[in-house]
């Protein structure tokens, strides 16, 4: 049986002290760039797996951190869940993932649990975790990320996807085609994500000179059914509307299923923009919605590298935004699209 590799072995190979070595593969104490690459590509080399237990013991962390999640299941959260973990896992830090399922007695009663395990940082994934930071205390005195437009930028390490952004690109992209007449259908008003997409709707339409159709933003959920209600209003509303940038692909396709029942064609009559590729990984010849990727598995990766900064005494309280991928599709650059492309 091969002798497995110690730290001594790695120190002696890298030419470097036993306490050197530690502190370079530790990622704790002064050490120079260079000497800790050398000790990591060391120990590499060697297939050293370091003792976690000792590890702790030297350097006071448990190496855990928790995952903690308001609805671990819903689309939003799973992407970032799994990008955070996987991130996590190649640094060798152990993720402790508690799905709360929007219950707030259990959210306080993980948060407990987490603070027993003496984990060294916490990540607050899902759709709404301002319970979290409401029910995290002063005194938790960990570093904890939240992955989410919803946390406070000003007291909190945020990262979260660049709704502003894409709200920017999607009125511009429509702009650009010389749409005249683009609304914007969405959901609740005052959701973070929500008013951030309508905020850079509304810069674009600006900039370029131009009001937004129907006096303003549409209001409504992110279900299908309300992109068929918003496409029977603006019909009967009876005012010129050539484009929409509607705030998920589901009240898109809500849109198109009802503009395609009245004969009003896609993107030849109304061109249609919608928000986070709902149709990815469909066997299709081609892209059939104008759509953003949020690209919620980098954010999770990102939040999760800003969490072990921040355990490590790097980084400050502040948002850091991730540009979600834009892609062009049938329903706004052709051509027309029919209901088996979509439904």
Known sequence: MTKRASMSDVARAAGVSLTTASRALGGVGRVSP?????????????????????????????FIVGVLAEHGQGRFSMPLIVGATDLLGRENIAAVTLDAHGTPRV?????????????????????????????????????VVFASSSATPE???VVAPDNRGAGRIAAEHLIGLGRRHVAHVTAAVHEPA?????????????????????????YGSYLQRWGTDAAERII??????????????????GLFATFHRHGIRVPDDIAIVGYDNRLAGVARPDDPLTTF??????????AAERL????????????????????????????????????
Do not use: C
């Open 34 to 62: 260079e000497t800790r690459a050398k000790v990591i590509a060391t120990a590499e080399r060697l297939q050293f797996q370091p003792d976690m237990i000792a590890r702790s013991f030297v350097t006071g962390r448990s």
């Open 107 to 143: 959210l306080t009663d993980y948060l407990k649990r987490l603070r027993s395990r003496r984990i060294d940082g916490i990540l607050v994934v899902g759709d709404d975790p301002n319970r979290a930071s409401l029910v995290l205390s002063d005194d938790f005195a960990v570093p």
């Open 236 to 253: 009967a509303s009876g005012e010129p509307v050539d484009a929409i940038f509607a705030a998920n692909d589901e009240i898109a396709i």
């Open 308 to 343: 072990l900064a921040a355990i490590g005494g790097d980084g400050e309280p502040g948002i850091e935004y991730v540009e979600p991928k834009f892609i062009a599709g049938r329903s706004t650059v052709g051509p027309t699209l029919e209901p088996y492309d979509v439904l």
């Open 194 to 218: 929500v008013d951030a997409r309508a905020a850079g709707f509304a810069d674009a339409m600006e900039s370029a000179g131009m009001r937004p159709a129907l006096g303003g933003p549409l």
């Open 155 to 157: 007291t909190d390490y």
């Open 293 to 302: 990727d949020p690209q919620l598995t980098k954010v999770g990766e990102r």
